[in-house]
């Protein structure tokens, strides 16, 4: 999940602007990390060596790897190891940004390290490990907002990406989050989660977007907005919902409640507290998630 907290990363220090991350992770299952980006990931090579190697790709016809270890950048012990080991996905994103000529080998290797310094980010990629980093990601989302994040919160929000990983797709990037007293919808779907934890969710987009959406998630093409696209928005904001609810009751004994999903088109939600606001951005345009606790 790395590659879609490195795109908002990207965003925030305006390094990159949104359409240029939007054709990157729209690319990211075309492409395969390239040896001369997991060695600098793992620093065993600089970008300045890894640039002198693709130079001479273009005059000898022999593997990155093959060159790597004639120059006595890598051994034959560490290029295996590079190509078998698991790397974290964000790595395709900076990778098709140099391709592309939007970032060079240089500033790739400086995000690399600025990005896992800022987010405390290990390169051990054990389940655990992942799940540390992930946790830090999300807490790290939210600092701008100056928002304490419940342990429940943080549970609703990880299973957020979670979710739209597994029904929607994983190309999409976290906008930065923000707090309000008044939200203004297009078209809403909300639910109210009762009990010892309680709170109301709102998931807002545009026509055009929710359309894609839809389709996305029951795998069936529509073609305009109607009752049916609103129908299958409900319905994944109850599926959430209710998985939310399971996990709470499952880990921590605590008994939710939900209220039936409720559909909304351009009202205005107002709250005497402040509402935490998510926008998370697709190709196909952006999804609001509401907060209110």
Do not use: W
Request: glycine share 4%; with cysteine; aromatic share 10%.
């Amino acid at each position: 999940m790395y590659s879609q907290f490195f795109g908002n990363y990207l965003l925030s220090k305006h390094i990159i602007p949104a359409d240029k991350l939007i054709s990157a992770i729209e690319n990211l299952h075309t492409k395969h990390i390239k040896l001369g980006t997991l060695a600098i990931h793992a620093g065993l090579m600089t970008a300045a060596q890894v640039d002198a190697i693709v130079i001479r790709q273009t005059h000898e016809d022999k593997r990155f790897g093959e060159l790597a270890i004639e120059e006595g950048y890598l051994t034959r012990e560490q290029v295996n190891s590079l190509l078998d080991q698991q790397t974290p996905d964000y790595l395709l994103i900076g990778q098709y940004l140099v391709d592309n000529g939007t970032l060079t080998n240089a500033q790739l290797e400086d995000l690399i390290s600025s990005y896992q310094a800022e987010n405390k980010i290990s390169n051990l990629e054990h389940t655990n490990i992942q799940k540390e980093n992930l946790q830090t990601l999300i807490r790290n989302l939210f600092l701008i907002t100056d928002t304490e994040l419940s342990e429940n919160l943080f549970k609703y929000l990880t299973l957020l990406f979670n979710n739209l990983i597994r029904f929607i797709g994983e190309d999409f990037a976290p906008l930065n989050p923000s707090v309000c007293k008044e939200y203004l919808t297009s078209q809403c779907s909300t639910q109210i989660i009762n009990g010892e934890f309680s709170m109301t969710s709102y998931f807002d987009m545009q026509e055009d977007t929710a359309i894609i959406f839809a389709s996305r998630y029951v795998k069936e093409k529509f073609e305009e907005y109607d009752e049916y696209v609103q129908a299958s928005i409900e319905d994944f904001l109850n599926l959430h919902n209710g998985l939310f609810n399971v996990n709470v009751s499952n880990d921590d004994s605590i008994e939710l409640f939900l209220n039936p999903p409720v559909s909304m088109e351009n009202t205005l939600i107002s709250s005497a507290s402040n509402m935490i606001l998510l926008p998370i951005m697709y190709p196909f345009g952006i999804l609001n998630f509401l907060i209110k606790l």
